[in-house]
């Protein structure tokens, strides 16, 4: 608040839209129930009791549809539909969902296997966040420049297939139980992906809006990658819990008394988040339009 008043200069309003308000508590409201529904109920380590999913997560799905007649009618959205209308602004956010859904939920499992069936400490394993950070910092500036030059579809579809390449690696070698020479390098090289893809993701779909539009464009994609964050961690929760107990586990994925079944229920998520960074690639490939030549350029 002290920046703002004191760094920000004002500025004068240009039009007379409103706020929607009434699309803001819809959509509030369906993905609160869609959350409550998907991570709610069924008790520690194990997946949502299904009436309470087909209930609640039934009934933000409904909601959802409610929202979207709202906002193709309402004078102001907030998510202008037209905006989908462009193949590369729907293929942006496609590709976001994947790649995020799979993030999160590599992100979110991998700590417990490592923590829970290991039996390694909570601060050996934070490492594990450091290469992504890292990796962002020093690389978003000249990534961010080659993708003005060369256009952000090569870079996305090379970074989302290099992410797909290390969970791939990762599930693989899960079972070596090498968190220096295997764990670490494979998040490296995910953190180098995802640097790849994530300033010229913005470039792609501020590009694929009207200017007019990039507020609500840029709202839409950061919305999207939060909502495949939440949808993972229940989705891919179901994959590790039915994957620990075809290996045997008892007492909850993550528990020390089944290791190896732990590391079958983290596999499984990283294959299963592998495939969907494959699919992120393709999706730009085919989906973002391809670079055009500089003028005089043959």
């Known amino acids: 608040m002290f920046l703002l008043l004191t760094r920000v200069p004002p500025d004068t309003p240009t039009g007379t839209a409103r706020l929607d308000l009434g699309g803001a508590a819809l959509a509030t409201v369906a993905l609160g129930l869609l959350a409550w529904g998907l991570t709610g109920s069924g008790g520690e380590g194990s ?29 102001a959205p907030m998510m202008p539909l037209r905006l989908f209308a462009s193949r590369a602004f729907s293929a942006a956010n496609a590709l976001t969902f994947c790649l ?20 390694l400490g909570e601060a050996q394993v934070g490492a594990v966040f450091v290469p992504l950070s890292v990796a962002m910092a020093l690389g978003s500036g000249p990534v961010g420049a080659l993708a003005a030059r060369i256009g952000p579809r090569p870079l996305i579809a090379a970074g989302a297939a290099m992410v797909g390449v290390a969970y791939a690696v990762l599930g693989a070698g899960l079972g070596l139980r090498s968190f220096w020479f295997h764990v670490l390098p494979t998040m490296t090289l995910m953190g180098v992906g995802m640097t790849l893809v994530v300033s010229p993701l913005s470039t792609a779909v501020m590009g694929a809006a009207p200017d007019a539009d990039a ?21 891919l929760g179901l994959v590790a819990s039915l994957t620990f107990a075809a290996a045997g586990g008892t007492g909850g994925f993550g528990g020390a008394a089944a290791p190896e079944a732990t590391v079958a229920g983290m596999q499984a998520v990283a294959f299963a988040s592998a495939l969907l960074c494959g699919l992120a690639a393709a999706v730009a490939w085919i989906g973002l339009p391809a670079p055009r030549p500089a003028a005089g350029a043959p």
């Open 47 to 75: 997946a949502p009791e299904p009436g309470h999913v087909l209930r609640w997560s039934g009934a933000g799905l409904v909601l959802l549809v409610v929202f979207l007649v709202w906002e193709s009618r309402v004078r």
């Open 100 to 119: 995020y859904f799979a993030l999160s939920g590599v992100l979110f499992y991998l700590p417990m296997t490592l923590i829970g069936a290991w039996g």
């Open 215 to 235: 507020g609500a464009a840029s709202g839409i994609n950061n919305a999207v990658s939060r909502m495949a964050g939440l949808i993972a961690v229940a989705g």
